[in-house]
């Protein structure tokens, strides 16, 4: 069984169908790289898998998703237990204007943790988890916003998996960091499929290769090809595919 299953995904802002008729499924503890160009429907899929999109309005979604088994768009899912199971970071590290230990405890108290040697521990090991410890260890109580972005897109990590989620979105999480951030990142991704399976976007063709196991290329709403990334790198089935990931569009 997948972990996730899109089935004939249609999705509509208004009169702009977004995305056509996606079937994509992904296997439990891989990353799956989402790729092409800019517009293509990209971020919409990714916000389909945890059901932000249901905040914006006039927007229309056909076909079913299943996480675990479940109908994520089914009438008993809740929506609250789905964003804790499936955790999302962003473009750009978006820390809370809280203290860096107040970042990752942040969501442990939202959902009603409030023995403090459980928050504390749960904090450190997270922390940890995310190869931030030996730079912040010192400071947890200082902002947030006195670390380097890459420092900040890690606590967003660690912010993001403090909750124990088991699939984690990642939409171009390092397309405004340095070089050594990036690969800090990269690493870390690599890491993380240990535990959880991640789907990431990105505009970076070499760190799609480098992270994922299989990459999806999209293209104006449409999934034009999916397998293994090596595939998809080496020898590509499609022609729109291989001329995107030599860099002749997009
Ligand atoms: N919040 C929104 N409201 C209306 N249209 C949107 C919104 N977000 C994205 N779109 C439209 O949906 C299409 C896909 O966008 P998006 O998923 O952001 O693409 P990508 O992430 O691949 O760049 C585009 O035509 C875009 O203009
Ligand atoms: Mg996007």
């Not at 008993?76 to 962003?90: A, C, E, H, I, P």
């Not at 606590?155 to 990642?170: D, E, N, T, V």
């Not at 299989?214 to 104006?220: G, L, S």
Request: hydrophobic residues 35%; contains cysteine.
């Amino acid at each position: 069984m997948h972990k996730i299953e899109s089935n004939n995904v249609n999705f509509y802002y208004g009169e702009n169908h977004a995305l056509r008729d996606i079937s994509l499924s992904m296997k439990e503890n891989t990353v799956t790289a989402l790729i092409g160009p800019s517009g293509c429907g990209k971020s919409t899929y990714l916000r389909l898998l945890n059901r932000m999109n249901d905040l914006i309005d006039g927007t229309k979604m056909t076909g079913s998703i299943v996480i675990d088994g479940t109908d994520i768009y089914g009438k008993n899912t809740n929506v609250d237990n789905l964003r804790k199971n499936v955790g999302m970071v962003f473009q750009k590290p978006n820390p809370f204007p809280k203290t860096i230990f107040e970042n990752v405890a942040y969501g442990l108290r939202v959902n009603g943790i409030t023995d403090k040697n459980e928050i504390e521990e749960r904090v450190v090991t997270t922390i940890e988890q995310v190869a931030l410890w030996d730079e912040v260890k010192d400071k947890l109580k200082k902002s947030a916003f006195e670390l380097s972005g890459g420092q900040q897109q890690r606590l967003c990590i660690a912010r993001a998996l403090a909750i124990k989620p088991s699939i984690l979105l990642m939409d171009e999480p390092t397309s405004a960091l340095d070089p050594i951030s990036t690969s800090k990142i990269e690493e870390l991704i690599y890491e993380l499929k240990n535990k959880y399976t991640i789907v990431i976007v990105t505009h970076n063709m070499q760190q799609a290769g480098r992270v994922s196991d299989t990459t999806a290329f999209f293209y104006m709403g449409e999934l034009i090809e999916y397998d293994k990334t090596k595939t998809i790198f080496t020898k590509p089935a499609i022609k729109q595919t291989e001329d995107y990931i030599t860099g002749r569009f997009g």
